[in-house]
């Protein structure tokens, strides 16, 4: 199985402030289509996880453009500008290239 | 799109439980569907996948012991689980994939706890 790396395990941020994660995978995520399948999640306390960017880069429905997804390859990254309260919980990248889909170990949002 | 799960509970190790998933708000029988746990504190594992035509996947860790199907007419998934062991404790969601095949996750469940021990 693809083995998904995240860093950090936790981020402690300031309201209004800029977070930076990362996602690691274990071999490419390119698919044969030419596509790449990288996803982030963000698990809110208490909740079940929401999608936020699939394919990379692309915001999911509802997701505010504080939020942006960038990488290729084996190397992607998560940011989020000007941090609001809604935004703390746990993040996750998930690769659906390869199968099984797998998820990296999650980073905590929290405040500072 | 709404999804509730249901039939979570405490159970006995080698024991059985039912789990389901009602879906609305999309057109059902077009999608693929998911399931994926997590063990309490910890992250997220895809367990199972049926497609809109009932073909189905599994994680190794369930295979053979898990059954993943459908009912379209009803817009529900389901989940048997059988010989169930302690490692299977979790909250269970049930998923969407984002288009009509095996794909990404795009809607969850609140998810439904299944507590497996003597």
């Known amino acids: 199985d693809v083995v998904m790396t995240q860093t950090p395990v936790s981020l402690p941020v300031s309201l209004g402030g800029q977070a930076s994660i990362s996602c690691r995978s274990s071999?490419?995520?390119?698919?044969?289509?030419?596509?790449?399948?990288l996803h982030w999640y963000l698990q809110k306390p208490g909740q079940s996880p929401q999608l936020l960017i699939y394919r990379v880069s692309n915001r999911f429905s509802g997701v505010p453009d504080r939020f942006s997804g960038s990488g290729s390859g084996t190397d992607f990254t998560l940011k989020i500008s000007r941090v609001e309260p809604e935004d703390l919980g746990d993040y996750y990248c998930?690769?659906?290239?390869?199968?099984?889909?797998?998820f990296g170990a999650g980073t905590k949002l929290e405040l500072k | 799109v709404q999804l509730v799960e249901s039939g979570g509970g405490l159970v006995q190790p080698g024991k059985s439980l039912k789990l389901s998933c009602s879906a609305s708000?999309?057109?059902?029988?077009?999608?693929?569907m998911h399931w994926i746990r997590q063990a309490p504190g910890k992250g997220l594992d895809w367990v199972a996948y049926?497609?809109?035509?009932?073909?189905?996947v599994y994680a190794d860790a369930v295979k053979g012991r898990f059954t993943i199907s459908r009912d379209n007419a009803k817009n529900t998934l389901y989940l048997q689980l059988n010989s169930l062991k302690s490692e299977d404790t979790a909250i269970y969601y049930c998923a969407r994939s984002f288009h009509g095949g095996y794909s990404w996750f795009a809607y969850w469940g609140q998810g439904t706890l299944v507590t497996v021990s003597s």
């Open positions: 071999q490419s995520l390119v698919h044969s289509n030419g596509n790449t399948y």
């Open positions: 708000g999309f057109t059902f029988s077009s999608y693929g």
């Open positions: 998930l690769q659906s290239t390869h199968f099984p889909n797998t």
């Open positions: 049926i497609s809109s035509s009932s073909g189905t």
